[in-house]
């Protein structure tokens, strides 16, 4: 790159760092995501490195944060709020291990004892106490000068308004506690669906939503969105001693503070590296977000010693995970049809990579969803993938539109079958009862494991029965002949007679499984169950009135109404006796056997993966033993056992206060042995 190179591209760095600075700290509408402004940063560092005597006073490089807003006043901090270098791998990390070490004129077989510590994403808060109590509170600002947030930051409930008083410790004369200002996951969702109902803009992230909570100009509404403070430092402090950050932190939680934690103190830069890898493993297990581990050099001598460069302190460093959000663009969007005739709307991006898998489709969910969003085909937007959800559009880059983007518009007509459409709500519905993409799906969750369990119908398999017409309605699955399956491709001799054995073993399922095969609308597993022990048996079931249903607790009038519709169709009721002729005889349900077990009268929930048994084994033997076993967490729920990659119920576990079970802890509670 020649110095004109450099010097044109420092200038656009310049302008778009600042331009997305006043997006993301003054308006709290980010239009990137955070790993790519990280990366146009770091572009800028490289080039000012290569090119120094482009530096200009005003380079984004030369400060750290936000400007302040108006109508907070101005806070001088006493010592400066450094942002931090990023290191983006294992690699890097490395290499500030040998980097601190060279500065130091360190061997690289000496050891430097480092502290480590989870980075939550929150805003950068410095409150100062005098004689123990709380005088001013700021936002950490440029790094220099923050805002005034003190009537804002007294509404958070976890900081301490008078430190707390010990016999074993002086309540320091002056003390300016750093930490991270918070708002849950939970409470982030339920912040949004609010701003939502009230036709306000939803926050980006748990971040932004924090940031724009805490600098609010009436602390009243602050006082509402239930934030959370955890402190990670000090600044400036008269009256007491410490050496280490590690007592920086100790002295913090004896003070009454929440401090960083699971946190580790090594001088093995490997074990510093296993700790990262941990921590990405189990980041959707904590209440907040984690986007990667803060590396410190514990003793505070050695950070008088590295100093500061203009912008990060060489002493320590941020160490990010793979990224959760990137920016694409929506290229076309297609419609989806479920079992029930729900029309989904599915963007196709240009293929991005988010967190290690390259998304190349989100979903829209429906279509008061594509107008709150404003979504347009060409729209460039921002894409969220986390945990086990799928891939999401956070918001839309309204302002990098062209003009040449097309509106989305809900389907005429049915886009597999050519049916119309009804709109029920937000969503629009397929009316043709024999629409094949209806048939697939219905196909596809008669087959599935906790219905009839017939090992063999994905899919693709079920999409080649409806294709060929072999399958015009979901009995036709017990008629399916030998030399009809032998046709389709990819069927040989074993893999039809495999099938035609599992569609026979499928005919004697227990009673609710069978309930919960035929798709009836509100009727999922939890229900068929109420149902099968209700009527015992499936002649009972198909003789149901509206009224007795009813009086059947866990079953209200809309469930009721699903269940009598279905059953008055006469395409339903034919359906099912021809299923009745081929050999279908459900068992009554198993009534679990008298039993004193701990667990006997407890609700379990299970998220991520279990090694030692699936979770339909596990529900079983919960059963089996007393237990019961639900699909969605609630106050009554009293164990989540969390198993390997889990969703988003931790998070709501975990803020009702529920109790955790990690497979082993589990095992255990139920006696249970490989």
Same mark, same amino acid.
């Given at each position: ?487 389709? /491709?990819?069927?040989?001799? @074993? %893999? +039809?007679?495999?099938?035609? &054995? ?5 005919? *004697?399922?227990? #009673? $609710? ?74 068992? /009554?349900?198993?009534?679990? @056997? %008298? +039993?004193?077990?701990?667990? &006997? ?5 299970? *998220?991520?993966? #279990? $090694? ?63």
């Amino acid at each position: 790159m020649t110095r004109e190179e450099a010097k044109k591209r420092i200038e656009e760095l310049r302008e778009l760092i600042n331009y997305h600075n006043y997006r993301y700290y003054v308006l709290n509408d980010p239009v990137i995501s955070d790993a790519e402004y990280d990366e146009l940063f770091r572009e800028l560092v490289e080039l000012e490195k290569r090119f120094p005597e482009f530096i200009t006073p005003d380079s984004p490089t030369q400060r750290v944060g936000a400007p302040i807003k108006e109508g907070f006043k101005p806070v001088t901090h006493s010592i400066p709020m450094l942002s931090l270098q990023d290191a983006r791998n294992e690699a890097e990390i490395r290499e500030f291990d040998s980097r601190t070490k060279k500065f130091l004129g360190l061997s690289t077989r000496e050891k430097i004892e480092y502290i480590v510590e989870p980075k939550f994403d929150g805003l950068s808060c410095e409150i100062v106490y005098r004689n123990g109590v709380i005088e001013v509170a700021s936002t950490r600002g440029d790094g220099i000068v923050g805002e005034d947030v003190t009537p804002n930051v007294k509404t958070i409930k976890s900081v301490p308004l008078r430190l707390l008083k010990r016999e074993d410790l002086k309540i320091p004369d002056l003390i300016e506690v750093r930490g991270e200002v918070l708002m849950s996951k939970v409470d982030f969702e339920k912040l949004n669906r609010e701003l939502i109902a009230k036709g306000e803009k939803a926050f980006a992230n748990p971040r932004n939503a924090a940031s724009g909570s805490l600098r609010q100009l009436d602390p009243s509404i602050t006082a509402k969105r239930n934030l959370d403070f955890i402190a990670w430092g000090i600044g400036l402090t008269e009256g007491t001693v410490v050496k280490k950050q590690s007592e920086i932190l100790e002295l913090l939680d004896k003070l009454g503070f929440k401090t960083s934690k699971p946190r580790i103190v090594t001088n093995n830069i490997e074990e510093v590296i296993e700790f990262y890898r941990e921590m990405e493993k189990k980041r959707d297990t904590f209440i907040y977000e984690l986007d990667g581990i803060v590396i410190k050099v514990n003793d505070l001598d050695l950070w008088e010693k590295l100093g500061t460069t203009a912008r990060s302190p060489r002493y320590m460093i941020a160490a990010k995970f793979t990224p959760r959000q990137r920016t694409t663009k929506i290229v076309d969007v297609v419609y989806q049809v479920g079992r029930t005739g729900t029309i989904t709307p599915v963007a196709i991006l240009e293929p991005v990579e988010i967190g290690g898998v390259t998304v190349s489709r989100a979903t829209l969910h429906n279509f008061d969803e594509v107008e709150r969003l404003g979504v347009r085909i060409g729209d460039k937007v921002l894409v969220q993938r986390a945990g086990d959800v799928i891939p999401e559009i956070v918001t839309v880059i309204k302002d990098e539109r062209t003009g040449n983007e097309k509106p989305i518009e809900p389907p005429k007509e049915c886009p597999v079958c050519g049916a119309s459409v009804v709109r029920e709500g937000a969503y629009y519905k397929c009316v043709n009862a024999s629409c094949p993409a209806k048939l697939v799906q219905a196909i596809r969750h008669l087959a599935s494991r906790n219905a009839l369990d017939i090992e063999g119908i994905g899919e693709r398999t079920a999409a080649l029965l409806v294709e060929k017409g072999l399958v015009k309605s979901l009995a036709d699955i017990l008629y399916l002949q030998f030399y009809d399956l032998l046709k389709l /491709p990819g069927f040989a001799e @074993k %893999s +039809v007679i495999n099938l035609l &054995k599992q569609i026979e073993k499928s005919k *004697t399922v227990p #009673l $609710d499984r069978f309930i919960f095969s035929l798709g009836i609308p509100n009727v999922g597993e939890h229900t068929a169950k109420i149902l099968a022990k209700q009527f015992k048996t499936l002649d009972n079931f198909l003789n149901i009135t509206y009224e007795k249903l009813l009086t059947i607790k866990g079953i209200g009038p809309e469930t009721a109404k699903s269940i009598i519709q279905f059953l008055k169709e006469p395409r339903n009721r034919e359906m099912i006796e021809r299923m009745i002729k081929a050999g279908v005889s459900p068992k /009554p349900i198993e009534e679990p @056997k %008298s +039993v004193d077990s701990p667990i &006997k009268g407890k609700i379990f929930v299970f *998220t991520g993966t #279990l $090694d030692s048994m699936t979770r339909e084994e596990a529900k079983k033997i919960v059963e089996s033993l007393g237990g019961k076993v639900s699909n969605s967490v609630s106050r009554n729920t009293d164990y989540l056992v969390v198993g390997k990659d889990p969703g988003s119920k931790l998070q709501r576990a975990l803020s009702f206060g529920i109790k955790t079970l990690n497979e082993q802890e589990f095992l255990e509670l139920i006696g249970y042995k490989k």
